[in-house]
C-alpha cells in the first residue's frame, strides 16, 4: 500500500492550497484519514482527520480556513487549504488508518507547503 500525497507548493500569505492523497494497492476498511504537519525544529502534529462516517476533526488554529474531505471511490483524502499564513509552513503528510483483519497505519511521503509574508 502507498500514499501519493501532492499539491503542495509556494503561496503567500492569504493564498490558498489543495492537498491529495490517493492510496492505493490492496488496501480495504479504510477508517480514519487525515493530514498531519512538522515545521523545522517542531513535533508532528494533527490537522485535521475525517472519518468513514464523515465525522472531521480540526486543530484550533486551522479550524474555518482548512477542510478535510474524502471520497471513498478513490480512496483518497483532501485537505483545501483557505487563508494560509506563514505559521502553515510545514511538511503535510497524509495517515490512513484501516482494519483489515488487523489495523493498520500508513504514512505518506510528505509534500512541503510554503507560506511567504
Known amino acids: 500500500v502507498q500514499l501519493q500525497a501532492s499539491g503542495g507548493g509556494l503561496v503567500q500569505s492569504g493564498g490558498s492550497l489543495r492537498l491529495s492523497c490517493e492510496a492505493s494497492?490492496?488496501?480495504?476498511?479504510?477508517?480514519?484519514m487525515g493530514w498531519y504537519r512538522q515545521a523545522p525544529g517542531k513535533q508532528r502534529e494533527l490537522v485535521a482527520t475525517?472519518?468513514?462516517?464523515?465525522?472531521?476533526q480540526y486543530d484550533e488554529s486551522v479550524k474555518g480556513r482548512f477542510t478535510i474531505y474524502r471520497d471513498g471511490a478513490k480512496n483518497a483524502v483532501y485537505l483545501q487549504m483557505n487563508n494560509l499564513t506563514p505559521e502553515d509552513t510545514a511538511v503535510y503528510y497524509c495517515?490512513?488508518?484501516?482494519?483489515?483483519?488487523?489495523?493498520?497505519?500508513?504514512w505518506g511521503q510528505g509534500t512541503q507547503v510554503t507560506v511567504s509574508s
Open positions: 495517515n490512513v488508518r484501516a482494519f483489515m483483519g488487523v489495523p493498520y497505519e500508513y
Open positions: 494497492g490492496r488496501i480495504f476498511g479504510i477508517d480514519v
Open positions: 475525517i472519518t468513514e462516517g464523515r465525522r472531521v
